[in-house]
């Protein structure tokens, strides 16, 4: 369920799945927003390459396809229904229902967290 407070602009934020399976070790995503207009990439564990786009919608609902390539060559696309909450440090969290199409089609729930930004050096006095 969505926070009703919240309002996100996913530009430039990097997701990764919350998940202890090994093909999904090192994935992440980063995203990018123009309006309602959502899109993004991702690679790492089996993922050669995948993009997604989409729209969000003012609470921060995300309705999008994916297409990605897997180390062995397959080509897999789906569609996903994601929604955010906040992590207690701030962060989003996005709950996903998906679904992928073709002869290994199958559904599920993920999740996937917000990747922190990186920490600043603070400047040195001169």
Known sequence: ???????????????????EDPEEAGRSARYHQQGDLLWGEFAGGDTRRGVLTGVCSADGVLDFAYCMVLGSGEVVSGRCHSEPST??????????????????????????????????APASEA
Request: without cysteine; hydrophobic residues 30%.
């Open 87 to 120: 992590l207690p440090d701030g962060r989003i969290l996005l709950r996903e229902w998906w679904e992928r199409y073709g002869r290994d089609g199958d559904s599920g729930i993920s999740y996937l967290e917000e990747v922190p930004a990186p920490a600043t």
């Open 1 to 19: 369920m969505t926070d009703s407070a919240l309002r996100i602009d996913y530009d430039g934020r990097r997701f990764r799945p919350v998940s």
